[in-house]
């Protein structure tokens, strides 16, 4: 998308992006729900819409709407298809933490409006020093899209000869971290009774 064309973006054009995608969410609905994940169509699909960009920097290449013009996409492809409204407020979610990042990074891990993001901040993981910066190790729970994910937002506590360490106020020193989806493992635990097609799985780095 080019720059005059993504600040042209607007509240109606998007509705009516997500109103173009609706034949392929209630197509791939029934999948999502028997597979426990995100059926790949409809990642694609809203990948090429541009619809996983809606909070990221236009410098960036997202969209970066408002809030409010985001949330109403998000309402709408729920009202089709909750697992796929689901997963993008999740990866929707994940991308104000980009602020947090040396530009370096957030150029990385933000770079391209259909880069896909997940995530979950429960339990926290183990951050150990080594040289370079840390090792961190553990698992976490309910990372709904991490199928799919480019990257894997957690957090972790730092960790010295096996104890947290401790900061000015007494409480653990967390750090907050992204990963390749390539470098995580994804525990196939995700059996549910309703929003199977969330993949809400485990995660393990």
Request: charged letters at 25%; hydrophobic letters at 45%; aromatic letters at 6%.
């Amino acid at each position: 998308m080019s720059r005059d064309a993504v600040n042209a973006v607007t509240t109606d054009g998007l509705l009516g992006a997500v109103r173009d995608l609706e034949p392929v969410l209630r197509r791939h609905a029934p999948e999502a729900e028997r597979e426990r994940r995100l059926s790949a169509p409809v990642v694609a699909a809203m990948r090429r819409a541009g619809l996983y960009g809606l909070f990221r920097p236009r410098r960036l290449g997202g969209l970066e709407v408002d809030p409010l013009t985001a949330f109403r996409v998000i309402e709408e492809i729920s009202r089709i298809d909750s697992a796929a409204g689901w997963n993008l407020m999740i990866s929707s979610a994940v991308e104000p933490f980009g602020a947090w990042f040396s530009d370096d990074g957030a150029a990385e891990i933000f770079a391209g409006r259909d880069t896909v993001l997940a995530g979950s901040f429960n339990p926290p993981r183990a951050a150990v020093p080594v040289d370079g910066g840390y090792r961190v190790t553990g698992r976490i729970t309910f990372v709904s899209g991490a199928h799919h994910a480019d990257w894997i937002a957690g957090l972790a506590h730092v960790v010295d000869d096996g104890r947290p360490r401790l900061g000015p106020d007494g409480q653990p020193v967390v750090l907050l971290t992204m990963f390749p989806r390539r470098d995580v493992e994804i525990v196939d635990n995700w059996n549910t009774l309703g929003m199977c097609g969330t993949g809400s799985h485990d995660v393990r780095a």
